[in-house]
Structures are given as structure tokens and as C-alpha cells.
């Protein structure tokens, strides 16, 4: 048996006052430490943690830690690692998860427990280990690059810890994990309030990537990411400054398209769903429908020209009108549906020819449908057609001849079995 347990790397901005009061107040990457009470490890300094209860997970325990430590809720977590060394813990095999968390230093409701305290953090990277200083705890930690092409490196001991348990590594690691982040997403602003000057930020930022910030590259990274709101504060003796604001974008949830699973054998529903894109990918049999509008001279057909962002056919003609049939809607619902949506024109004034199966492959896309064919005809001026243009890019009317061509450059999607009904339509 092993104890599971949870650590915790909280992060944060502390604020240095200058005594120049003409310079900005200093900036510095900071993380809560607490002095162990009891054994092991009495009176060292180790990162907030604790056991893991039988009902909750891992990430549940850190965030009720966090809660207890800062008073803070609904902050998010990042995983840093799974920390298993044999060793780690002299009474017993242990195994532990870090978790990142970054915390607006000004949003703590609480004073820190008496043995908890920020302590400002500084490193520097060598080629095979980093050195980390803590106020007046400095202590070195090895490195080893594993993998440079992805960038995976691991940590180890070298002298004596100056921490805890192996949090001298964790917090290392933690730090690099950081590092990382930082300069791949935007992870820095959940250090910030929600206004801040543009100087505090470039600030912190070349605090934790240790390097010095060229201010053309910096705007250029975050003009897009910034949104200045029209309040000022004033900072030691310069000018007042502009506030600023994160320009978060909304969380877009896609939701998929269920659709239903088909036996080609049969081509009858099996009772199963699956999402659309798992359908292509995965090549499995499901249902479509094919709407051909054709003038009531029959002379020519519509075509569509699909848009440049499909995963199937991209820019490529098309019949007038396609799509998937949803779970639990009907064949009819579909194609009066898709004509809407694709054509923006409403219509009952189609009918149904027959089903049949087609098998298309393009561009990764494995399409595998039992397809609805119906037929629509049509004035050429009768309807004016709004274009969905996620969907369609151009729609246009040819003639026999014209499709032939289009069929022969292999500008057109092989529905073979329907331009061949076309042929004997198409006057």
C-alpha cells in the first residue's frame, strides 16, 4: 500500500515598493511555502499539501487545500506532475500530484496561516541544471534533457535539499512548467486583477521567462490580448497610467451532430448514434440527403461550389443541395431543412427518387452514406438564393454539356449514379 497525496504550487505577484519613487514598484514571481511543525522534515520549508481523501480526486483535495491555505475559491488548477520516488518520504511509500495554481495576490481574503509566507522566487537555467533562489534559500537542481525534439526534460537531486520531502525538484519543475506556459498561452493574466498597466505586465513577464523584454516584441505579442478601459492610476512619480483589461474571448462549446448508424447490408438504422465527425473518420455508415434542382424547362441543373473551409470536397461543385440526416429527423424534415439552410428558400415541392449507397474518400474524409435522392424543379428567376457561406461559395446553372465538362476536368464530386440520372433528365 502507498499514501496519496497532493501538492500544491501556488503562484503569485508580489509588490515591492522602490524607495525611488520615481521607479516602479519591483515585481516578483512568488510562492507560498510552509514550515513543517512536525516530523519529518521539522522546521524545513515545504510546498502546502496534504492527503487525499478515499471520496474525492486529486484535483478535488488541491482545490479544497488551496481553499484552506488562501481562502480562495474557483481557481484553476493545472497539472505539473506525478512525483513517485521511492524514497521521498521516509514513513512510507508516496506518491503525490502537483498542481499549478496562479492566484491574484490582491483577491487572498485572508491573512496566510503563521507558518505559511510568499517567498520571492529567481533562477537561472543551466545547460544541465537550474539554480533557484528563494529570499536567502538558494539550492541547485539537476537536469537532463530526454527529448529535445518535444522538449521533455526530467529533474533530479544533486546536493542535499533545501526543502521538504523532494520539493526542491517539484517546485523546479513547477517553475519550468510555468515557464512554459507563459510563453505559449495566456496563463500570466490569472496572475493579474482585473485591470492592470501594461508596465506591470511587461514586468512580471520578463520576470518569469528570465530574459530581458524587447518592448517592440512585447506589444506586438499582446496588442491583441489587451483592451484599455478608460481609467488611470497614478505610479511612484510618473505620469498617471492607462488600466487595462484581458480581452478574453468566449469559451466556444461545439456540440456535435448525432447521427444514426446504418447496416449497408439492410440499409436500416441499427439503433446506434455516433458524432458526425467520428462517422468520416472512422468510416462508418450513416445517412444522407441529396436535393437536385433542376429548371422546369429541364435544360439545366444547380449547381453548388462548396466553400474553401469543408473538410470533404473543399471549393469543388456539388449537387444543389446535401447534408446529414440527425438522429431522429426524417428524410423529408432533413432536405427542407438543408434547402433553408444552405439555399435560404423554403419548399415542399420536391420529390423523392431513391435511396442508394455511395462511398466518397477525399482529403482524409472516409464518407461512407445511404443516400435520399430527391428532385426539385424550378424557375431559374423564380426564387433569389441566400447562400450559407460557411457552406456554399458560388451557386450557378449549367447545362448537359457544361456538367459533362465538369465531370471530365474533375471539378465536381463523383456522384456518378446521379449525373447519370441527370443525363437521361437533362434535355
Not at 446553372?397 to 471530365?408: A, D
Request: aromatic share 10%; glycine share 6%; hydrophobic share 35%.
Amino acid at each position: 500500500m502507498f499514501d496519496y497525496t497532493v501538492d500544491l504550487l501556488i503562484f503569485g505577484i508580489s509588490n515591492k515598493e522602490n524607495i525611488n519613487i520615481r521607479e516602479l514598484s519591483k515585481k516578483n514571481l512568488s510562492v507560498i511555502l510552509v514550515k513543517r511543525d512536525k516530523e519529518p522534515f521539522k522546521d524545513m520549508l515545504v510546498l502546502p499539501g496534504g492527503y487525499v481523501n478515499n471520496n474525492e480526486t486529486s484535483e478535488e483535495a488541491a482545490k479544497r487545500i488551496l481553499e484552506k491555505e488562501t481562502g480562495l475559491k474557483d481557481i484553476n488548477l493545472y497539472l505539473s506532475g506525478v512525483n513517485d520516488g521511492v524514497k521521498r518520504d521516509p514513513r512510507n511509500r508516496t506518491i503525490s500530484v502537483s498542481y499549478i495554481a496562479l492566484v491574484d495576490v490582491e483577491r487572498i481574503n485572508k491573512k496566510l496561516k503563521e507558518n505559511s509566507k510568499w517567498y520571492d522566487i529567481n533562477y537561472y537555467i543551466n545547460d544541465d541544471s537550474i539554480d533557484v533562489k528563494l529570499d536567502n534559500i538558494v539550492f541547485n537542481v539537476g537536469r537532463k534533457i530526454i527529448d529535445n525534439k518535444c522538449g521533455y526534460e526530467q529533474y533530479y537531486q544533486i546536493n542535499e535539499s533545501k526543502l521538504g520531502f523532494d520539493h526542491d525538484i517539484i517546485l523546479t519543475k513547477g517553475i519550468m512548467d510555468l515557464r512554459t506556459k507563459v510563453q505559449n498561452t495566456d496563463i500570466i493574466f490569472n496572475l493579474f486583477p482585473e485591470r492592470f498597466t501594461i508596465g506591470s505586465l511587461e514586468q512580471v513577464y520578463g520576470d518569469i521567462l528570465k530574459e530581458k523584454v524587447v518592448n517592440s516584441a512585447f506589444r506586438r505579442t499582446f496588442t491583441d490580448k489587451l483592451e484599455i478601459t478608460n481609467e488611470m492610476v497614478k505610479t511612484g512619480g510618473h505620469r498617471p497610467s492607462y488600466l487595462y483589461k484581458y480581452k478574453e474571448k468566449p469559451i466556444k462549446i461545439k456540440m456535435g451532430e448525432m447521427i444514426d448508424i446504418y447496416n449497408p447490408d439492410t440499409m436500416k438504422k441499427t439503433g446506434e448514434i455516433i458524432d458526425k465527425s467520428a462517422a468520416h473518420r472512422f468510416g462508418i455508415w450513416h445517412s444522407s440527403i441529396h436535393l437536385i434542382i433542376i429548371n422546369k424547362n429541364k435544360t439545366k441543373v444547380l449547381f453548388q461550389k462548396r466553400s474553401n473551409n469543408k473538410d470533404l470536397y473543399p471549393n469543388m461543385w456539388d449537387i444543389s443541395v446535401g447534408g446529414h440526416i440527425m438522429s431522429r429527423e426524417s428524410d423529408i424534415d432533413a432536405v427542407k431543412r438543408e434547402l433553408k439552410e444552405e439555399l435560404g428558400i423554403e419548399s415542399s415541392d420536391m420529390e423523392f427518387v431513391k435511396k442508394y449507397k455511395e462511398e466518397l474518400n477525399n482529403n482524409g474524409v472516409d464518407s461512407k452514406e445511404i443516400v435520399s435522392l430527391f428532385i426539385m424543379y424550378l424557375d431559374e428567376e423564380e426564387r433569389k438564393f441566400k447562400l450559407q457561406k460557411e457552406e456554399v461559395s458560388d451557386i450557378k446553372w449549367f447545362t448537359k454539356i457544361e456538367m459533362g465538362k465538369l465531370i471530365k476536368d474533375k471539378k465536381i464530386i463523383p456522384h456518378i449514379e446521379e449525373y447519370n440520372l441527370l443525363k437521361n433528365i437533362l434535355n
